[in-house]
């Protein structure tokens, strides 16, 4: 994809709240990812929340602080990457807003947004890599974040990646793109229809007759998997990583 | 105001099987039907040239509101400006009282929605009937509209018949052909016997001073042609520079809107009856009003003024598709309306619609018009937030105030995320928590909780 001389030696893991505190074998999946990519991992310690809940509540001045704290934690970062599409979607689109009255720190974190990457992305856009040899036997359906794919533009790229997991099919529901109803403090502003709209994902998951669902967003696998059992379904939830890096059979 | 919330409002609509089969059907013939239709042509070209049109428009719009109002004055037709809903209404009654008018029928019209027109001229002592099916059966029914385009599409055709039986005294079988041709033949009536019609306008084409309205019934041409008065309601919002312009916007909302090419029938009104023509009305009247719109200009809302009304943004919507029209509890619904209600009505009453979103940005890739509505939702969210006095609980924001300085400061937040595990734990069964105590309640309501891992991975990071 990219010429041998720029291509990335360093990464920085932004591993998010809930990665960090909910799936953080889906952390370490990624840094093995990353570490047969040829590429050298770090993970800035001082790194936490990148704000989301408090920007989308309407509370910006809370997520510049936020943000600031994001810039200096990962400022010397050459790669910035997440497995969690809404947080990279967060500070490439919406962090620049929130410094129109700083032209020049707007411009650090215009550069920083551009240096941040979703997993997959970076895997296959920028490294080129579609193939990391792995094996897992499923009848498998894929969700896509609303921030992966209408904020990043990113459809194809986890697809190329499922179709390299030998023994695994891929049986797509209908409009994988419709929202699951997580939608960050969404969920429990507005529970009822949050649970709705769950309801309706619920459904098109189950006509496919997968057993598993594949995700890349921690916020939508929290509420897929917190829906599915509640209704005692024994379908698994599992983000891609964990797959590509063999951790799940 | 009604005092329940939004998501006590939804519930109902969510029980509501009916309801919900109605809004699942409708709204994915919108969308296969939008997505072909849009299909045939180029699309993003045709969308960022309307929305020049309408910024266009919007940025000089006292210049070309002035050059409509000169145009369709020059056309014969009596001008009157209104600031808002009462004063609109008020020039309406008066139209009709020096016109002796008893009788009054309607084509649709959203702008009359939103003034309650239909209650003034009834206040007044003058009938009004809806000649829009879907209107005529929610005016029957004694409803708001559900959805901008179709606005009974919350009810069966057995509840409609039900409606009828009612208005008529009579018993409706609940067959389509029977309904259809009885609703035909009052609404004939109605056509004949009214001395003014009222209709709202798709657009008002500055440059001839023409009136432009869509419909798929032919119910606009009766209203427009036969009474003797007619009297159009236009936005301030709707004006368009050119017929090239209408070209293009004319191929973009009928595709958004139902998936059609082109609605059945597009009217171009140029004035009343002139000497030596057949038909139409002695008298037409023009009633430009603002009603706060003319409040947006110059703010980020302003772009929301580009909204031509085609309702793709509900089409697409995930909440919409769940809760209906009604949840909404305001005249304009769906993404758009979460956007114009508060921003011209204000927060302090409707700070909760802009919550009414998970923030999915399907209304922002369907709108024809490209207008930014998931940034206008959460500039809503802020101006209520960060706003003096604020409508936002005092407990929420002092919440996320600690929480921008903790979320800071690394010991607190690896501090706080250990009292958390420990405190969920007591609540998990199976590794998971079916029931959670407030604030996490909210979230246990809908689904099960995850626990949090016992070893999160910046302590699994040192081990690597």
Redesign the interface.
């Known amino acids: 994809m990219i010429a041998e001389t720029s291509r990335p030696h360093r990464v920085a893991l932004f591993?998010t709240?809930l990665?960090?505190?909910?799936?953080?074998?889906v952390?370490?999946a990624t840094?093995r990812l990353l570490r047969r990519a040829g590429l050298t991992v770090g993970?800035p310690?001082?790194q936490?929340?990148c704000?989301q809940?408090?920007?989308?509540?309407?509370?910006?001045?809370?997520?510049r602080?936020?943000a600031e704290?994001f810039v200096n934690v990962f400022d010397n970062a050459e790669y910035i990457v997440t497995p969690f599409g809404s947080c990279a979607a967060l500070v490439k689109n919406e962090y620049p807003h929130l410094f129109d009255d700083d032209p020049k720190l707007r411009e650090r974190v215009e550069a920083l947004g551009r240096r941040t990457y979703e997993l997959t992305s970076f895997l296959v856009d920028v490294l080129g890599m579609d193939d990391f040899g792995a094996t897992f036997a499923a009848r498998a359906t894929y969700h896509d974040g609303?921030?992966a794919y209408?904020?990043l533009g990113i459809y194809d790229a986890p697809r190329r990646l499922l179709a390299h997991v030998r023994g695994l099919d891929l049986f797509e529901m209908g409009s994988p793109v419709?929202?699951c109803?997580?939608?960050?403090t969404?969920?429990?502003?507005?529970?009822?229809?949050?649970?709705?709209?769950?309801e309706?994902k619920i459904r098109r998951i189950q006509a496919t007759g997968a057993d598993v669902v594949v995700s890349t967003e921690f916020g939508c696998m929290?509420?897929i998997?917190?829906?599915l059992?509640?209704r005692g379904l024994p379908l698994r939830v599992i983000h891609l990583a964990s797959i590509l890096a063999g951790d799940v059979r | 105001m009604s005092k329940t919330t939004f998501d006590e409002r939804a519930r109902s609509a969510i029980a509501d099987e009916t309801l919900q089969r109605a809004l699942a059907r409708v709204l994915n013939r919108f969308r296969v039907d939008r997505d072909i239709a849009l299909g045939e042509v180029d699309t993003l070209r045709l969308r960022q040239r309307a929305r020049e049109i309408r910024d266009e428009a919007l940025s000089h719009l006292d210049q070309y509101l002035a050059q409509f109002a000169d145009n369709a004055a020059r056309n014969g037709a009596v001008v009157h400006w209104a600031a808002d809903a009462a004063e609109a209404n008020r020039i309406a009654v008066e139209i009709a009282q020096s016109h002796s008018v008893t009788r009054v029928t309607k084509a649709k019209s959203m702008l009359t929605e939103e003034i309650g027109l239909n209650h003034a001229l009834e206040a007044a002592g003058i009938s009004v009937v809806e000649t829009d099916l879907g209107e005529w059966i929610i005016q029957l029914a004694g409803q708001r509209p559900a959805h901008i385009l179709g606005p009974a599409l919350n009810l069966t055709r057995t509840q409609v018949a039900q409606v009828f039986a009612r208005h008529l005294g009579v018993f409706v079988p609940d067959d389509i052909p029977t309904m259809t041709a009885l609703a035909r033949r009052e609404l004939r009536a109605k056509f004949l016997e009214a001395e003014m019609g009222i209709s709202g306008a798709n657009f008002a084409l500055a440059e001839t001073g023409t009136v432009v309205l869509l419909t798929n019934e032919g119910n606009a041409r009766f209203v427009t042609g036969l009474p003797r008065v007619y009297v159009a309601m236009v936005g301030i919002e709707k004006v368009v520079p050119t017929w090239q312009d209408l070209a293009v916007l004319l191929t973009l909302l009928p595709r958004s809107a139902t998936g059609q090419r082109i609605t059945t029938y597009v009217n171009l009104i140029n004035g009343p009856r002139r000497v030596g023509e057949a038909d139409g009305p002695d008298k037409m009247h023009l009633i430009i009003v603002d009603n706060g719109r003319s409040g947006l200009l110059g703010t980020p809302y302003q772009e929301a003024l580009r909204c031509i009304r085609c309702s793709a943004c509900l089409n697409v919507c995930p909440v919409y598709q769940e809760v209906g029209g009604f949840t909404y509890n305001a005249v304009y619904v769906g993404p758009i309306g979460a956007v114009l209600t508060p921003a011209i009505q204000g927060l302090a009453r409707y700070h909760e619609l802009p919550h009414a979103s998970s923030l999915c940005f399907a209304c922002r890739e369907a709108c024809p018009v490209m207008i930014d509505l998931p940034r206008l939702l959460l500039e809503l969210r802020r101006q209520a937030a960060e706003g003096q006095p604020s409508p936002i609980g005092w407990m929420e924001r002092l919440g996320f105030r600690l929480f921008g300085w903790g979320a800071r400061q690394t010991w607190l937040y690896e501090l706080a995320a250990k009292i958390g595990r420990f405190a969920l734990r007591r609540f998990a069964r199976d590794g998971r928590v079916p029931f959670a105590p407030f604030p996490l309640s909210r979230w246990t309501r809908a689904r099960d909780f995850p626990v949090l891992d016992p070893r999160p991975f910046r302590e699994r990071w040192k081990s690597q």
């Open positions: 591993i709240c990665g960090d505190l909910f799936y953080p074998q952390g370490e840094v993970f310690r001082r936490t929340c704000g809940p408090a920007y989308n509540s309407g509370f910006h001045h809370v997520t602080q936020l704290h609303c921030h209408r904020g419709w929202c109803g997580f939608g960050g969404f969920s429990v502003r507005m529970p009822d229809t949050s649970g709705a709209i769950l309706e929290m509420n998997a917190g829906g059992a509640r």
